[in-house]
């Protein structure tokens, strides 16, 4: 029989191949965004939990999640710097090094101990995650924990890695989806109104039409009524 560790681990990739296929499912940005913020929640063992992405070499507030709550948000593209419920030091070093930081207590130990947010928070786990594709970074997922320290273990962390990187590659997708959607629904309403146009161009053709032709009929019936008189003169 399996040992507890064991067992344990199997649930979680159980469990990581569910989450990874629920994601893999949304099609619009939005869903997908709350989806995994639910899912990390559940998985993770965070309290709050930050998808942060990257424009312009600046880094923005996707998407976050409250466990406390249970409510998302999708917020729209807030500066890190703007926010007070989340580290900025922490995730500036991870975007500088492309490293993991994983921190067991932040409040009591580490290199960031003595960084502004945290002494004012005394946060105890804190994990700041970059999210790759090809050597570049496309994200990056903060979490914490101010309940308890070391909650977020290498299994969690490996669990974590792949739910990211699955959940940005349909992001990827999804935007793509969303813009031809978009895309598709701006043309149909550019042959829409093309068509009102030809339509519009056909009525007045006709108007135009018959307004020529009753000039001929009245023209023909002058001509008549000037032959009549031509022949009685």
Known sequence: PAKPTELSRQLDWEAILKASQTLSQQLTPGKLLNTLMRLVMENAGAEKVFLIMENNNHLFIEAEGN????????????PIESSDSLCAGIINYTKRTLETVALADAG?????IDDPYVTLN????????????????????????????????????EVLQLLTSQAVISLENARLYDGLEKRVTERTEELSKTNVDLKEQIRERRKAEHVLQDYAEKLKESKSEFGFLKEEI
């Open 67 to 78: 466990a406390l709550s249970a409510a998302t948000n999708i917020p729209i593209g807030i």
């Open 108 to 112: 009591q130990n580490g290199i960031f």
């Open 122 to 157: 005394k946060p105890k786990s804190i994990l700041c995650m970059p999210v790759l594709k090809q050597a570049k970074l496309i994200a990056i997922l903060y979490l914490e924990n101010n309940l308890s320290s070391d909650v977020f273990t290498p299994d969690r962390l």
